[in-house]
């Protein structure tokens, strides 16, 4: 009881298997303890959970039983999925490194979660919906262009792999997460059930061999092919022990229950089976007539095995066919198989206790057969996944990162795919727009940082992370959009004079937006072509001074016509009408109102990534008002993680800044 134990669980159509056990070297495990548990109703169907607090309800059962046996509480567990609509994707990635470099395990990692996300996007192009990763493999390594074996230790500029990536629908998981929270049990491990299933039927150094593994369970039959030291493909038949089952039901007019006791009857090598029908009534039935019942059903089955197996493999028959699960122990149903595959018989085999010789039970009346290979699998899945991923919840999403101790939000939102973009304030749309041929640009307000919660408390997109986490995301806003009037550009400012009959008069600059003439208070729209002029025509003058025109008008003594341009400190004199504009002495037009008082604006120095930014135009500064001054590319890089920092710590774009603040604003390589 000092060794560290994992708890494995096979939650599965018919039953739950938990498996506690430990490893002390890398080829063996120690079974210390197993408790089985069928489901009093059909909970499950096809390898999804239909009722979850029956399935919940049923798994509390085995934890309860297993925390008696060894005498500690059990609170972590690894699961496996059952490949029910499983959806596979093979990529080729590539990982451009720069500079030659030694490759680590972490950047090897870091390439193949690159090929995860991209089978994920080609998946999504495909297939509407959420799914989740459950698993992925690599077929081959590269080097450059080179295959190779293991890329750790070697050094290069380019590595890539061949990935196979596995999803199932996000609502498969979510049922499993469920049932198991309600057991009052934490996820920290999470498989494919074949992938359980090959680590222990099919070790690495058969994987050369073109193998076939079929985990024939109650509601699917699992299936992965193996080629040239990888596994190359993964599949699944929603038909397995129950359709034979069923066949049993409709023959003898039995309840689920009590047909699956007859089949089971069968791999005792009874003669006759006693059972009690719907109506009440004892019967007895032979085993040969059984046989005869599921006959059909059984060609069925291994038909559509070994039509899937030729598919995965390309439309070629296999080298050998191994079987897992308690659906491949009906007798006869190996013989079927290797016929339906066009296999030798002794090419086809149950994997049972000849595979578990590295295996030691301390508990002897577990029994060793194929019904043992996928929960000891799950077990030993932990160790090779568990040091290099955890699980989190974003947004009620299931997300598998690689764990390299350093992980944030940040890391969980590029994993369900938020956009980077909704993770950092926003400014309203620009304004843009020329002012005497001069392109002019407003840049709107910055709006709030995304809201951030982990596990109910606040937090920032730089905040860490650790396994089970639940992550919650509010994407940032927009701030409102850029404005502006005809008052706001500056040349629209400045006042105009002209001598008019001797007097001097103050006029405000005529503004055109194309060809009409606008007031101060117009709104600019975005594409406008404003120009200011430095004159006014006769008529302008004449209409801005609301007197009527008669006689001639001399422009600096030289009559002039209506569309004369007359300039500042032009004089004008008018003829008649000018004689009674000097009697009656008008007024001179008021001067323009005085600017509004502006706000105080102090320029602030700062320093970012050791280049100095002035930073002008507000009162206070914030973090995102660098962006004004600094090119950064926000929307993001795959795989990669933003450093976001004020003074040497962690923060995020509306942290104040002023005089001498120290930023580093860039994304890790």
């Known amino acids: 009881m000092n060794e560290q134990l994992v708890f494995g669980l096979d939650i599965g159509t018919r039953s739950i298997v938990g498996t506690v056990g430990y490893r002390r070297h890398a080829h063996d495990f120690t079974i210390v303890a197993q408790s089985v548990r069928y489901h009093e109703t059909r909970a499950m169907l096809d390898g999804q959970i239909h009722d979850i607090n029956a399935v919940a309800g049923t798994i509390g059962e085995v934890r309860r039983e297993l925390e008696q046996k060894l005498n500690i509480k059990l609170s972590d567990v690894c699961i496996a999925a059952a490949g029910r609509v499983l959806k596979t994707m093979q990529v080729r990635t590539d990982y451009e490194l720069g500079d030659e470099m030694v490759i680590t395990d972490e950047l090897i990692r870091s390439m193949e979660l690159i090929g995860v996300e991209q089978a994920h996007e080609e998946l999504r192009k495909k297939i509407e919906g959420s799914f989740f990763c459950v698993d992925h493999s690599v077929i081959k390594y590269y080097l450059g262009d080179i295959t190779i074996t293991n890329l750790e230790g070697h050094k290069g500029r380019r590595i890539g792999a061949d990935i196979i990536a596995t999803f199932l629908p996000q609502d498969v998981i979510d049922g499993l997460y469920a049932a198991t929270q309600r057991a009052n049990l934490n996820v920290v491990n999470l498989t494919l059930e074949p992938i359980a299933a090959i680590n222990v039927a099919i070790p690495e150094k058969f994987r050369l061999l073109n193998l076939a593994l079929v985990d024939i369970g109650a509601g699917t039959s699992d299936i ?61 039935v032979s085993a040969d007539d059984v046989k005869n019942t599921i006959d059909g059903a059984v060609g069925e089955l291994a038909t559509g095995i070994a039509k899937q197996i030729s598919e995965l493999n390309g439309g070629k028959p296999v080298s050998a066919i191994f079987l897992v699960g308690g659906g491949g122990k009906i007798p006869g149903f190996t013989d079927r198989l290797a016929s339906a595959a066009k296999l030798a018989k002794e090419r086809v085999a149950l994997r049972g206790d000849e595979v578990l010789g590295e295996i030691r039970f301390l508990d002897n009346d577990i029994v060793k057969d194929s019904t043992m290979i996928t929960p000891i699998g799950i077990c030993l899945n932990y160790y090779e996944q568990n040091n290099n991923f955890i699980f989190v919840k974003c947004n009620g999403d299931l997300v598998k990162l690689y764990d390299n101790g350093r992980l944030t939000v940040m890391d969980a939102a590029a994993g369900v795919g938020f956009p980077n973009e909704r993770l950092f304030p926003r400014r309203g749309k ?193 973090l995102v008002d660098v962006l004004d001054f600094y090119e950064f590319d926000t929307s993001g890089h795959s795989g990669k993680e933003a450093v976001i920092r004020v003074n040497g710590k962690p923060a995020d774009f509306t942290a104040p800044v002023g005089e001498n603040s120290q930023i580093e604003l860039y994304w890790k390589k």
């Not at 004159?535 to 609301?546: A, F, P, Q, R, S």
């Open 224 to 284: 992965c092919i193996t080629k040239g030291g990888s596994v190359t493909a993964y599949g699944m038949l929603p038909k397995a022990g129950d359709f034979l089952t069923e066949a049993i039901m409709q023959k003898y007019l039995v309840e689920f229950k009590t047909a699956e006791d007859i089949k089971m009857s069968l791999s005792a090598k009874k003669k006759k089976i006693a059972y009690h029908d719907i109506m009440g009534l004892k019967q007895n």
């Open 430 to 622: 620009e304004l843009e727009f020329s002012v005497n041929g001069q392109r002019r640009l407003i840049r709107g307000e910055p709006g709030e940082s995304a809201t951030v919660t982990v596990n109910g408390h606040p937090a920032s997109v730089s905040s860490p992370i650790i396994r089970n986490d639940i992550i919650e995301i509010k994407e940032s806003t927009a701030g409102p959009d850029a404005h502006a009037a005809i008052s706001d550009i500056a040349e629209a400012g400045r006042s105009i004079y002209f001598y008019v009959n001797g007097k001097r008069i103050i006029c405000p600059r005529l503004v055109y937006r194309g060809s009409e003439c606008v007031t101060e208070g117009t709104e600019i729209r975005n594409g406008d072509d404003i120009k200011v002029l430095d004159y006014y025509t006769v008529d302008k003058l004449i209409e801005y001074m609301d007197v009527a025109r008669e006689g001639t008008v001399l422009v600096n003594n030289i009559i002039a016509l209506g569309n004369e341009k007359v300039y500042e400190n032009f004089s004008v004199d008018f003829g008649i009408a000018a004689e009674e504009y000097r009697r009656e002495e008008a007024p001179v037009p008021a001067a323009a109102p005085a600017p509004e008082e502006k706000k105080v604006v102090n320029p602030v120095n700062v320093i970012v990534n050791g280049l100095p930014v002035v930073l002008t135009g507000h009162e206070k500064y914030r």
